[in-house]
């Protein structure tokens, strides 16, 4: 019991240690001489490249519109995005003899109809002039399907006989007066107008076939199938696009009673929306210049972390050394096979952009390590980093770095899991992600790892040599009970 109760502290303490560079005071006074734990350090050389990425899952909430030039390579990146829309639960028009939206024959129509893409964010000029074509897909994207940033809804999805309608637009709306664009509650987006019969055919078919506005499924597969948006024209900015909406304006009479018992007929400008959120299927198609992607690959000066689907980082991690080395302690020589790894920690060095440019690219806020053979299925399965394969890491503005306290798990996993027989099996990746959070159960949870889709840029200082010479180390505790 003493023996375990020691050990338990000890391994505490390394572990509030871990968290220090400095491990030089760690030794055997951590617990007393009948029940010593011995503690060793070692120091690991990390090999570092490039490699472009290539298509990636594109299964944000966020929609990507627009054209821009890289202002780090002069590359030019284009985003374009397909969402579908949804019917609100319980969602209902108004009773049909109370619209008062009519033609000269008394049917039902729309006064007019548009889509909003209201945005959140955006990268570059918020007046350069961008030209956005709407397309009304054909039938609908199958919503089990996995798509990435080279699925091309035309041909199949969007054909000859397409709705199409053509915006230019600048993303900051001068129709819009000032003192409301700086109100608090104002959300900013591109408006496209779409023809009042487009409206009208939905109104009608709420009328004759209630059923289609039951849920998403029955809205999509019965009556619109989603819109693809195109970047047609234009350069200079980039909108993040965080809500998609359907929008169908008409008139209605509501009738009210006064407090005499009379009857007043009042009639109101109504509008029904139909969002397209993460609660549909949305894709974005990313453009990106390879021949560029390539040059940078090729740069042997550092290596690169680029978004959206351009390229990541790799590491090659000495697993054997760290597991396998031998070591001399009192004449005596040992193997860390016999050890425990209590800490193995990485810190990555961002190299500074020295570009002068008011639209230079921020860095990641987050990178995800994860073995190079799981990138796919880990998105693909929508996992979420469990610090035993896959980690993340935050960028560190005080101190330029991105640090991995601590990957033990990962190099063991990696060790006894190894076919050597596959010169990639002790490859890990770094690849730019956002993350999303849950706190309303008080705790803090992660639920979700994607794909950074927003721009961003950062050179990494390089990994030469495997040796505790090479500019990426991984520092190593041990433990043992002698």
């Not at 935050?394 to 899991?417: A, R």
Request: aromatic share 10%.
């Amino acid at each position: 019991m003493k023996m375990k109760l020691m050990a338990g502290i000890a391994l505490a303490s390394i572990a509030l240690a871990s968290c220090d560079d400095n491990t030089s005071e760690l030794g055997s006074s951590l617990i007393d001489n009948a029940d010593k734990l011995e503690i060793t350090t070692d120091t690991f050389g990390i090999i570092s490249n490039s490699a472009a990425m290539g298509a990636v899952l594109s299964n944000s909430s966020t929609g990507y519109l627009g054209k821009v030039r890289d202002p780090e390579t002069g590359a030019y990146l284009t985003s374009s995005f397909m969402t579908q829309f949804y019917t609100p639960e319980d969602f209902t028009f108004p009773e049909k003899d109370s619209i008062k939206s009519l033609d000269s024959n008394k049917n039902i129509i729309a006064d007019s109809c548009d889509i909003r893409l209201y945005y959140t964010n955006y990268f570059g000029d918020s007046l350069a002039t961008m030209k956005v074509s709407a397309m009304e897909l054909a039938k609908p994207v199958p919503e089990n399907g996995k798509y990435y940033t080279d699925f091309n809804p035309e041909g199949e999805y969007v054909t000859s006989q397409s709705m199409k309608v053509s915006k230019m637009y600048t993303l900051t709306d001068l129709n819009v007066d000032e003192s409301t664009r700086n109100n608090s509650d104002y959300m900013p987006g591109i408006r496209i107008p779409l023809k009042a019969e487009y409206g009208t055919k939905i109104m009608n078919a709420y009328y004759k076939h209630p059923e289609y506005f039951k849920n998403a499924y029955a809205f999509i597969h019965n009556l619109v199938p989603g819109f693809y948006f195109k970047t047609t024209s234009g350069i200079g900015s980039m909108a993040y696009i965080r809500l998609s909406q359907l929008n169908v304006y008409f008139r209605h009479k509501t009738t009210y009673k006064n407090t005499d018992g009379t009857k007043k007929d009042t009639i109101y400008a109504a509008m029904a929306s139909f969002p397209g959120t993460e609660e549909v299927l949305q894709t974005t198609r990313i453009q990106n210049d390879q021949n560029v992607i390539s040059q940078l690959v090729a740069d042997p000066s550092c290596t690169y972390i680029k978004s959206p689907a351009g390229v990541y980082t790799e590491l090659t991690l000495p697993v054997t050394q760290i597991v396998e080395k031998e070591y001399t302690v009192g004449g005596k020589v040992y193997s860390h096979k016999n050890d425990t790894i209590n800490s193995a920690k990485v810190v990555l060095r961002r190299i500074n952009n020295t570009q002068d440019s008011k639209y230079t690219l921020g860095a990641p806020k987050t990178l995800l390590m994860l073995p190079k053979s799981d990138a796919k299925t880990f998105f693909e399965n929508n996992r979420t980093a469990d610090y035993k394969t896959s980690f993340l890491a935050s960028y560190n503005s005080s101190t330029n770095t991105y640090t991995f306290n601590n990957i033990g798990s990962l190099i063991k996993n990696l060790y006894d899991k190894a076919d050597r027989s596959n010169s990639e099996w002790n490859k890990v990746v770094l690849i730019p992600v956002s993350v999303s959070y849950d706190t309303s159960s008080g705790v803090t949870e992660l639920i979700s790892v994607s794909n950074d889709m927003s721009m961003t840029s950062t050179r990494l200082v390089r990994g030469d040599d495997d040796t505790k010479n090479s500019k990426i180390t991984i520092s190593v505790i041990y433990s043992k009970f002698k």
